[in-house]
DNA sequence: AGATGTGAATGAGTTCACAGCT
DNA sequence: AGCTGTGAACTCATTCACATCT
Protein backbone atom coordinates (compact mmCIF):
# COMPACT_ATOMS: atom_id res chain seq x y z
CA UNK A 1 0.00 0.00 0.00
CA UNK A 2 3.08 2.06 -0.67
CA UNK A 3 2.28 4.94 -3.68
CA UNK A 4 3.13 8.04 -5.15
CA UNK A 5 0.12 10.51 -5.35
CA UNK A 6 1.13 11.41 -8.59
CA UNK A 7 1.16 8.17 -9.99
CA UNK A 8 -2.76 8.09 -9.42
CA UNK A 9 -4.56 9.03 -12.24
CA UNK A 10 -7.14 11.58 -11.71
CA UNK A 11 -9.79 9.18 -13.05
CA UNK A 12 -8.94 6.70 -10.76
CA UNK A 13 -9.14 9.49 -8.06
CA UNK A 14 -12.44 10.60 -9.17
CA UNK A 15 -13.57 7.26 -8.41
CA UNK A 16 -12.28 6.25 -5.24
CA UNK A 17 -14.36 9.94 -4.21
CA UNK A 18 -17.52 8.55 -5.46
CA UNK A 19 -17.20 5.22 -4.20
CA UNK A 20 -16.53 6.56 -0.89
CA UNK A 21 -19.90 8.83 -1.64
CA UNK A 22 -21.67 6.00 -2.43
CA UNK A 23 -20.59 3.64 1.03
CA UNK A 24 -21.87 6.35 2.82
CA UNK A 25 -25.06 6.82 1.54
CA UNK A 26 -25.36 2.92 1.79
CA UNK A 27 -24.40 3.24 5.36
CA UNK A 28 -26.82 5.51 6.09
CA UNK A 29 -29.32 3.14 4.86
CA UNK A 30 -28.11 0.94 7.30
CA UNK A 31 -25.93 -1.47 4.97
CA UNK A 32 -22.87 -3.11 6.60
CA UNK A 33 -21.64 -5.21 3.84
CA UNK A 34 -21.09 -4.77 0.42
CA UNK A 35 -19.73 -6.54 -2.76
CA UNK A 36 -18.60 -4.98 -5.70
CA UNK A 37 -21.50 -6.26 -7.55
CA UNK A 38 -24.41 -4.78 -5.70
CA UNK A 39 -22.43 -1.31 -5.46
CA UNK A 40 -21.90 -1.70 -9.29
CA UNK A 41 -25.84 -1.90 -9.67
CA UNK A 42 -26.81 0.57 -7.34
CA UNK A 43 -25.08 2.96 -9.18
CA UNK A 44 -24.12 2.07 -12.43
CA UNK A 45 -20.45 1.55 -11.32
CA UNK A 46 -18.60 -1.58 -12.91
CA UNK A 47 -17.87 -4.00 -10.37
CA UNK A 48 -14.76 -5.33 -12.27
CA UNK A 49 -13.31 -1.62 -11.99
CA UNK A 50 -14.59 -1.16 -8.45
CA UNK A 51 -12.30 -4.17 -7.72
CA UNK A 52 -9.46 -3.10 -9.79
CA UNK A 53 -9.26 0.22 -8.18
CA UNK A 54 -9.11 -0.61 -4.86
CA UNK A 55 -6.84 -3.39 -5.13
CA UNK A 56 -4.80 -1.21 -6.48
CA UNK A 57 -4.55 0.77 -3.34
CA UNK A 58 -4.47 -2.28 -0.49
CA UNK A 59 -6.88 -5.77 0.18
CA UNK A 60 -9.93 -4.59 1.08
CA UNK A 61 -12.29 -7.13 0.73
CA UNK A 62 -12.56 -10.18 1.77
CA UNK A 63 -13.12 -12.81 -0.74
CA UNK A 64 -16.31 -14.88 -0.77
CA UNK A 65 -18.09 -12.12 1.56
CA UNK A 66 -17.00 -8.57 -0.08
CA UNK A 67 -16.49 -5.21 1.68
CA UNK A 68 -17.03 -4.03 5.25
CA UNK A 69 -18.71 -0.64 4.32
CA UNK A 70 -17.47 1.21 7.45
CA UNK A 71 -13.66 0.42 7.42
CA UNK A 72 -13.75 0.45 3.72
CA UNK A 73 -15.17 3.71 3.97
CA UNK A 74 -12.61 4.85 6.42
CA UNK A 75 -9.75 3.83 4.27
CA UNK A 76 -10.91 5.79 1.35
CA UNK A 77 -11.10 8.67 3.12
CA UNK A 78 -7.98 8.36 4.75
CA UNK A 79 -6.64 7.70 1.37
CA UNK A 80 -7.82 10.69 0.22
CA UNK A 81 -6.49 12.60 2.85
CA UNK A 82 -10.38 13.69 3.82
CA UNK A 83 -9.06 12.93 7.23
CA UNK A 84 -6.79 16.29 7.20
CA UNK A 85 -8.10 19.91 7.26
CA UNK A 86 -7.10 21.57 3.92
CA UNK A 87 -8.13 25.62 3.86
CA UNK A 88 -9.91 27.58 0.70
CA UNK A 89 -9.51 31.21 0.13
CA UNK A 90 -12.62 32.14 -2.25
CA UNK A 91 -12.14 34.65 -4.60
CA UNK A 92 -15.37 36.27 -6.10
CA UNK A 93 -18.17 36.67 -3.28
CA UNK A 94 -20.90 37.05 -5.98
CA UNK A 95 -23.60 34.60 -6.52
CA UNK A 96 -21.22 31.62 -7.09
CA UNK A 97 -18.77 32.10 -4.29
CA UNK A 98 -21.67 32.45 -1.63
CA UNK A 99 -22.78 29.37 -3.13
CA UNK A 100 -19.93 27.50 -3.65
CA UNK A 101 -18.91 28.51 -0.11
CA UNK A 102 -22.10 27.08 1.30
CA UNK A 103 -21.76 23.91 -1.03
CA UNK A 104 -18.48 23.24 0.44
CA UNK A 105 -19.57 23.51 4.11
CA UNK A 106 -17.99 26.83 5.04
CA UNK A 107 -16.51 24.64 7.88
CA UNK A 108 -16.63 21.05 6.77
CA UNK A 109 -14.85 18.29 8.66
CA UNK A 110 -11.99 18.49 5.27
CA UNK A 111 -12.57 21.67 3.49
CA UNK A 112 -12.88 25.00 5.37
CA UNK A 113 -13.29 27.92 3.44
CA UNK A 114 -10.82 30.16 5.45
CA UNK A 115 -11.30 33.63 3.43
CA UNK A 116 -13.32 35.52 0.95
CA UNK A 117 -12.27 38.00 -1.15
CA UNK A 118 -14.13 40.27 -3.32
CA UNK A 119 -13.14 43.63 -5.38
CA UNK A 120 -16.47 45.14 -5.15
CA UNK A 121 -16.47 47.55 -2.08
CA UNK A 122 -20.06 47.41 -1.69
CA UNK A 123 -19.16 43.26 -0.80
CA UNK A 124 -16.24 43.93 1.28
CA UNK A 125 -16.87 44.30 5.19
CA UNK A 126 -20.23 42.07 3.94
CA UNK A 127 -20.20 38.96 6.95
CA UNK A 128 -21.10 35.44 5.59
CA UNK A 129 -21.47 32.19 7.10
CA UNK A 130 -18.89 33.45 9.87
CA UNK A 131 -16.59 35.12 8.14
CA UNK A 132 -16.29 38.75 6.41
CA UNK A 133 -15.55 39.60 2.73
CA UNK A 134 -12.09 41.37 2.52
CA UNK A 135 -10.62 43.18 -0.31
CA UNK A 136 -8.97 41.48 -3.12
CA UNK A 137 -6.81 44.03 -3.18
CA UNK A 138 -5.63 42.29 0.14
CA UNK A 139 -5.27 38.67 -1.12
CA UNK A 140 -1.97 38.33 -1.02
CA UNK A 141 -1.64 39.71 3.22
CA UNK A 142 -5.30 36.93 3.62
CA UNK A 143 -3.69 33.97 2.01
CA UNK A 144 -0.55 34.82 4.54
CA UNK A 145 -2.44 35.33 7.18
CA UNK A 146 -5.30 32.62 6.86
CA UNK A 147 -2.23 30.05 5.44
CA UNK A 148 -5.12 29.31 2.54
CA UNK A 149 -3.58 26.53 0.21
CA UNK A 150 -6.88 25.92 -2.54
CA UNK A 151 -8.19 28.92 -3.91
CA UNK A 152 -11.32 28.98 -5.72
CA UNK A 153 -12.15 31.03 -8.48
CA UNK A 154 -16.09 32.22 -8.74
CA UNK A 155 -15.22 35.68 -10.71
CA UNK A 156 -17.11 36.63 -14.18
CA UNK A 157 -14.63 35.73 -17.00
CA UNK A 158 -13.34 38.83 -17.50
CA UNK A 159 -11.54 39.05 -14.16
CA UNK A 160 -10.52 35.51 -13.94
CA UNK A 161 -7.19 35.59 -15.19
CA UNK A 162 -6.04 38.50 -12.66
CA UNK A 163 -8.05 36.58 -9.88
CA UNK A 164 -5.89 33.61 -11.10
CA UNK A 165 -2.36 35.96 -10.90
CA UNK A 166 -3.68 37.33 -7.72
CA UNK A 167 -3.37 33.80 -6.30
CA UNK A 168 -0.62 33.11 -7.69
CA UNK A 169 1.36 36.09 -6.64
CA UNK A 170 0.04 35.57 -3.17
CA UNK A 171 1.58 32.11 -3.26
CA UNK A 172 -1.36 29.42 -4.00
CA UNK A 173 0.12 26.92 -5.42
CA UNK A 174 -3.49 24.96 -5.92
CA UNK A 175 -6.37 26.50 -7.95
CA UNK A 176 -9.76 25.63 -8.77
CA UNK A 177 -11.41 27.81 -11.67
CA UNK A 178 -15.31 27.99 -12.35
CA UNK A 179 -15.25 30.65 -14.20
CA UNK A 180 -15.59 30.16 -18.25
CA UNK A 181 -12.19 31.07 -19.82
CA UNK A 182 -9.17 29.61 -20.64
CA UNK A 183 -6.61 31.05 -18.38
CA UNK A 184 -2.58 31.54 -19.00
CA UNK A 185 -0.95 29.06 -16.65
CA UNK A 186 1.98 30.03 -14.81
CA UNK A 187 4.78 27.55 -13.93
CA UNK A 188 4.49 25.24 -10.68
CA UNK A 189 0.87 26.10 -10.03
CA UNK A 190 -1.82 23.16 -10.40
CA UNK A 191 -4.97 24.38 -12.01
CA UNK A 192 -8.34 22.65 -12.27
CA UNK A 193 -10.67 24.12 -14.43
CA UNK A 194 -14.44 23.54 -13.46
CA UNK A 195 -16.12 24.76 -16.43
CA UNK A 196 -20.08 24.04 -15.84
CA UNK A 197 -20.82 25.45 -19.48
CA UNK A 198 -18.90 22.82 -20.85
CA UNK A 199 -20.73 20.20 -19.17
CA UNK A 200 -23.84 22.23 -20.45
CA UNK A 201 -22.86 21.82 -23.91
CA UNK A 202 -21.91 17.98 -23.36
CA UNK A 203 -25.87 17.04 -22.57
CA UNK A 204 -27.00 19.60 -24.79
CA UNK A 205 -25.15 17.69 -27.53
CA UNK A 206 -26.42 14.27 -26.57
CA UNK A 207 -29.98 15.50 -26.67
CA UNK A 208 -32.21 13.36 -28.86
CA UNK A 209 -32.62 15.36 -32.30
CA UNK A 210 -35.29 17.17 -31.18
CA UNK A 211 -38.90 17.60 -32.54
CA UNK B 1 -17.95 14.74 -42.20
CA UNK B 2 -20.89 12.95 -41.33
CA UNK B 3 -20.97 11.32 -38.07
CA UNK B 4 -23.36 10.03 -35.27
CA UNK B 5 -23.52 12.08 -31.88
CA UNK B 6 -23.87 8.58 -30.05
CA UNK B 7 -19.90 8.14 -31.76
CA UNK B 8 -18.45 11.21 -30.39
CA UNK B 9 -16.59 10.56 -27.33
CA UNK B 10 -17.26 12.77 -24.07
CA UNK B 11 -14.00 13.58 -24.05
CA UNK B 12 -13.25 14.56 -28.04
CA UNK B 13 -16.70 16.68 -27.64
CA UNK B 14 -15.39 18.51 -24.03
CA UNK B 15 -12.23 19.49 -25.99
CA UNK B 16 -13.93 21.00 -29.02
CA UNK B 17 -15.92 23.16 -26.27
CA UNK B 18 -12.35 23.82 -24.76
CA UNK B 19 -11.15 24.86 -28.03
CA UNK B 20 -14.11 26.94 -29.22
CA UNK B 21 -13.29 28.79 -26.16
CA UNK B 22 -9.81 29.74 -26.88
CA UNK B 23 -10.75 30.93 -30.59
CA UNK B 24 -13.05 33.28 -28.67
CA UNK B 25 -10.72 34.45 -26.40
CA UNK B 26 -8.19 34.67 -29.63
CA UNK B 27 -10.76 36.64 -32.06
CA UNK B 28 -11.87 38.74 -28.96
CA UNK B 29 -7.85 39.81 -29.10
CA UNK B 30 -7.61 40.34 -32.72
CA UNK B 31 -6.12 37.46 -34.26
CA UNK B 32 -7.36 35.99 -37.50
CA UNK B 33 -5.36 32.54 -37.84
CA UNK B 34 -4.23 30.00 -35.76
CA UNK B 35 -2.33 27.56 -35.97
CA UNK B 36 -2.40 24.18 -33.67
CA UNK B 37 0.56 25.08 -32.76
CA UNK B 38 -0.04 28.52 -31.33
CA UNK B 39 -3.28 27.34 -30.15
CA UNK B 40 -1.49 24.69 -27.78
CA UNK B 41 1.23 27.01 -26.84
CA UNK B 42 -1.32 29.50 -25.34
CA UNK B 43 -3.73 27.09 -23.27
CA UNK B 44 -1.46 24.31 -22.33
CA UNK B 45 -3.18 21.96 -25.22
CA UNK B 46 -1.40 19.52 -27.47
CA UNK B 47 -1.39 20.39 -30.78
CA UNK B 48 -1.47 16.68 -32.28
CA UNK B 49 -4.45 16.21 -30.29
CA UNK B 50 -5.90 19.38 -31.67
CA UNK B 51 -5.43 18.19 -35.03
CA UNK B 52 -6.61 15.00 -34.46
CA UNK B 53 -9.99 16.09 -33.04
CA UNK B 54 -10.56 18.76 -35.43
CA UNK B 55 -9.49 16.56 -38.74
CA UNK B 56 -12.14 14.11 -37.10
CA UNK B 57 -15.07 16.27 -38.30
CA UNK B 58 -13.69 18.20 -41.12
CA UNK B 59 -10.91 19.61 -42.91
CA UNK B 60 -10.68 22.92 -41.23
CA UNK B 61 -7.08 23.90 -41.86
CA UNK B 62 -5.12 24.87 -44.71
CA UNK B 63 -1.39 23.36 -44.83
CA UNK B 64 0.90 25.86 -44.18
CA UNK B 65 -1.06 28.40 -42.82
CA UNK B 66 -3.34 27.09 -40.13
CA UNK B 67 -7.26 27.68 -39.11
CA UNK B 68 -9.10 30.64 -39.66
CA UNK B 69 -10.52 31.49 -36.16
CA UNK B 70 -13.72 32.91 -37.29
CA UNK B 71 -14.97 30.34 -39.55
CA UNK B 72 -13.69 27.75 -37.49
CA UNK B 73 -15.16 28.87 -34.64
CA UNK B 74 -18.36 29.17 -36.71
CA UNK B 75 -18.19 25.31 -37.48
CA UNK B 76 -17.37 24.07 -33.97
CA UNK B 77 -20.22 26.58 -32.81
CA UNK B 78 -22.77 24.44 -35.26
CA UNK B 79 -20.87 21.28 -34.81
CA UNK B 80 -21.49 21.52 -30.79
CA UNK B 81 -25.32 22.55 -31.67
CA UNK B 82 -24.67 26.07 -30.11
CA UNK B 83 -26.56 27.52 -32.98
CA UNK B 84 -30.21 25.98 -31.70
CA UNK B 85 -31.35 27.13 -28.65
CA UNK B 86 -31.81 24.60 -25.85
CA UNK B 87 -33.82 25.41 -22.65
CA UNK B 88 -33.62 24.77 -19.23
CA UNK B 89 -35.30 24.06 -15.98
CA UNK B 90 -33.98 23.98 -12.67
CA UNK B 91 -34.87 22.81 -10.26
CA UNK B 92 -33.82 24.32 -6.65
CA UNK B 93 -33.65 28.17 -7.01
CA UNK B 94 -31.57 28.79 -3.64
CA UNK B 95 -28.17 29.80 -3.88
CA UNK B 96 -26.37 27.41 -6.27
CA UNK B 97 -29.57 27.56 -8.50
CA UNK B 98 -29.92 31.19 -9.01
CA UNK B 99 -26.19 31.46 -9.30
CA UNK B 100 -26.36 28.77 -12.07
CA UNK B 101 -28.59 30.71 -13.77
CA UNK B 102 -26.89 33.72 -13.96
CA UNK B 103 -23.94 31.34 -15.02
CA UNK B 104 -25.24 29.83 -17.52
CA UNK B 105 -27.31 32.87 -18.56
CA UNK B 106 -30.86 33.09 -18.15
CA UNK B 107 -30.76 34.15 -22.08
CA UNK B 108 -28.07 32.85 -23.70
CA UNK B 109 -27.99 32.57 -27.57
CA UNK B 110 -27.75 28.90 -26.71
CA UNK B 111 -29.18 27.78 -23.55
CA UNK B 112 -31.89 29.52 -22.18
CA UNK B 113 -33.45 29.40 -18.61
CA UNK B 114 -37.14 28.83 -19.12
CA UNK B 115 -37.77 27.76 -15.39
CA UNK B 116 -36.89 27.69 -12.27
CA UNK B 117 -39.24 25.08 -9.63
CA UNK B 118 -38.49 25.44 -5.75
CA UNK B 119 -40.38 23.54 -2.62
CA UNK B 120 -39.51 26.28 -0.34
CA UNK B 121 -42.98 28.45 -0.58
CA UNK B 122 -41.06 31.23 0.46
CA UNK B 123 -38.94 31.51 -2.58
CA UNK B 124 -42.43 30.42 -4.79
CA UNK B 125 -43.13 33.48 -6.51
CA UNK B 126 -39.95 35.42 -6.31
CA UNK B 127 -39.03 37.08 -9.54
CA UNK B 128 -35.48 35.96 -10.61
CA UNK B 129 -33.72 37.44 -14.04
CA UNK B 130 -37.20 37.87 -15.26
CA UNK B 131 -38.60 34.80 -14.28
CA UNK B 132 -40.61 33.67 -11.60
CA UNK B 133 -40.24 31.19 -9.63
CA UNK B 134 -42.57 28.33 -9.19
CA UNK B 135 -43.78 25.42 -7.24
CA UNK B 136 -41.92 22.36 -7.56
CA UNK B 137 -45.13 20.76 -7.10
CA UNK B 138 -45.91 21.75 -10.34
CA UNK B 139 -42.81 20.44 -12.00
CA UNK B 140 -44.67 18.43 -15.09
CA UNK B 141 -47.32 21.25 -15.83
CA UNK B 142 -43.84 23.65 -16.06
CA UNK B 143 -41.94 20.82 -18.05
CA UNK B 144 -44.80 20.40 -20.24
CA UNK B 145 -45.37 24.37 -20.68
CA UNK B 146 -42.09 25.58 -21.58
CA UNK B 147 -40.94 22.62 -23.58
CA UNK B 148 -37.98 22.46 -20.86
CA UNK B 149 -35.45 19.68 -22.26
CA UNK B 150 -32.68 19.85 -19.93
CA UNK B 151 -33.30 19.70 -16.07
CA UNK B 152 -30.72 21.11 -13.14
CA UNK B 153 -30.84 19.68 -10.01
CA UNK B 154 -29.41 22.32 -7.31
CA UNK B 155 -31.25 20.90 -4.42
CA UNK B 156 -29.12 20.11 -1.39
CA UNK B 157 -28.23 16.47 -0.90
CA UNK B 158 -31.26 15.02 0.61
CA UNK B 159 -33.77 16.61 -1.78
CA UNK B 160 -31.73 15.11 -5.39
CA UNK B 161 -33.41 12.17 -5.51
CA UNK B 162 -36.71 13.44 -5.87
CA UNK B 163 -35.57 16.40 -7.80
CA UNK B 164 -34.60 13.66 -10.43
CA UNK B 165 -37.77 11.13 -10.17
CA UNK B 166 -39.24 14.92 -10.53
CA UNK B 167 -37.78 15.69 -13.73
CA UNK B 168 -37.78 12.27 -15.06
CA UNK B 169 -41.43 11.88 -14.55
CA UNK B 170 -42.02 15.33 -16.09
CA UNK B 171 -40.54 13.47 -18.76
CA UNK B 172 -37.10 15.15 -18.63
CA UNK B 173 -35.02 13.26 -20.31
CA UNK B 174 -31.06 14.89 -19.73
CA UNK B 175 -30.37 15.95 -16.41
CA UNK B 176 -27.30 17.56 -15.21
CA UNK B 177 -26.95 17.11 -11.57
CA UNK B 178 -24.90 19.27 -8.94
CA UNK B 179 -26.03 17.40 -5.67
CA UNK B 180 -23.21 15.50 -4.51
CA UNK B 181 -24.82 12.56 -4.45
CA UNK B 182 -25.37 9.33 -6.09
CA UNK B 183 -28.22 9.20 -7.76
CA UNK B 184 -30.82 5.84 -8.10
CA UNK B 185 -31.01 6.31 -12.14
CA UNK B 186 -33.27 5.35 -14.29
CA UNK B 187 -34.31 3.97 -17.80
CA UNK B 188 -33.82 6.38 -20.77
CA UNK B 189 -32.86 9.28 -19.05
CA UNK B 190 -28.94 11.20 -19.38
CA UNK B 191 -27.63 12.02 -16.34
CA UNK B 192 -24.41 14.26 -15.89
CA UNK B 193 -23.14 14.53 -12.48
CA UNK B 194 -21.32 17.54 -11.74
CA UNK B 195 -19.66 17.37 -8.32
CA UNK B 196 -17.86 20.04 -7.32
CA UNK B 197 -16.88 18.52 -4.42
CA UNK B 198 -15.05 15.73 -6.26
CA UNK B 199 -12.96 18.03 -7.86
CA UNK B 200 -11.73 20.09 -5.03
CA UNK B 201 -11.08 16.44 -3.58
CA UNK B 202 -8.87 15.71 -6.41
CA UNK B 203 -7.59 19.52 -6.01
CA UNK B 204 -6.96 18.65 -2.28
CA UNK B 205 -4.96 15.16 -3.31
CA UNK B 206 -2.36 16.93 -5.28
CA UNK B 207 -1.64 19.51 -2.96
CA UNK B 208 1.72 19.18 -1.75
CA UNK B 209 3.06 16.89 1.25
CA UNK B 210 1.63 19.91 3.58
CA UNK B 211 4.29 22.05 5.57
C1' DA C 1 8.97 26.67 -45.89
C1' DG C 2 5.37 25.66 -42.98
C1' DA C 3 1.35 23.67 -41.27
C1' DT C 4 -2.26 20.20 -41.86
C1' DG C 5 -4.19 15.48 -41.86
C1' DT C 6 -3.31 10.75 -40.87
C1' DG C 7 -1.39 5.81 -40.81
C1' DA C 8 1.29 3.54 -37.50
C1' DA C 9 3.07 3.11 -32.80
C1' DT C 10 2.49 3.73 -28.27
C1' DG C 11 0.27 4.30 -24.01
C1' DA C 12 -3.70 4.44 -20.83
C1' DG C 13 -7.74 2.56 -19.16
C1' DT C 14 -11.14 -1.06 -18.93
C1' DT C 15 -12.99 -5.60 -18.99
C1' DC C 16 -12.55 -10.64 -19.05
C1' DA C 17 -12.17 -14.66 -16.86
C1' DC C 18 -10.45 -17.39 -13.47
C1' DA C 19 -7.18 -18.88 -9.75
C1' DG C 20 -7.24 -18.49 -4.97
C1' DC C 21 -8.95 -17.46 -0.58
C1' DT C 22 -12.83 -17.70 3.10
C1' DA D 1 -20.53 -21.51 -2.92
C1' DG D 2 -19.19 -16.91 -3.38
C1' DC D 3 -16.50 -12.91 -4.06
C1' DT D 4 -12.04 -10.86 -4.25
C1' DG D 5 -7.66 -9.78 -6.57
C1' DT D 6 -5.20 -9.99 -10.85
C1' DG D 7 -2.66 -11.58 -15.18
C1' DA D 8 -3.96 -11.35 -19.86
C1' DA D 9 -6.79 -9.50 -23.56
C1' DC D 10 -8.83 -5.93 -25.29
C1' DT D 11 -10.53 -1.29 -26.31
C1' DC D 12 -10.04 3.44 -26.26
C1' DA D 13 -7.08 7.61 -26.47
C1' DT D 14 -2.90 10.05 -27.37
C1' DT D 15 1.34 10.95 -29.65
C1' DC D 16 4.75 10.33 -33.29
C1' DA D 17 6.43 11.26 -37.54
C1' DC D 18 5.92 12.16 -42.13
C1' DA D 19 3.63 12.40 -46.73
C1' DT D 20 0.85 15.95 -48.55
C1' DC D 21 -0.80 20.17 -49.79
C1' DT D 22 -0.55 25.58 -50.19
Redesign the pocket.
Known amino acids: MTFDAHEV ?4 LN ?1 LSIYLRGLRQLQQEGFEH ?4 ELGNRFRL ?4 I ?2 D ?3 F ?10 EIASLAEKLSRLLKLDVRHSLVIVGMGNLGSALAGYFGFNDKSFHVVAGVDSDPLRVGRKQGGLTIESFDRLAEVVRRTGAQIGVIAVPAEAAQSAYLGLADAGVRSILNFAPVLLREQEGVRLKNVDMRIHLEEVAFYLPPAE
Not at 9 to 12: A, E, G, N, V, Y
Not at 46 to 49: F, I, M, T, V
Request: net charge positive; aromatic share 8%; proline share 7%.
Open positions: SPLTRVSSQSPAQRRLATGDFGVRGVGY
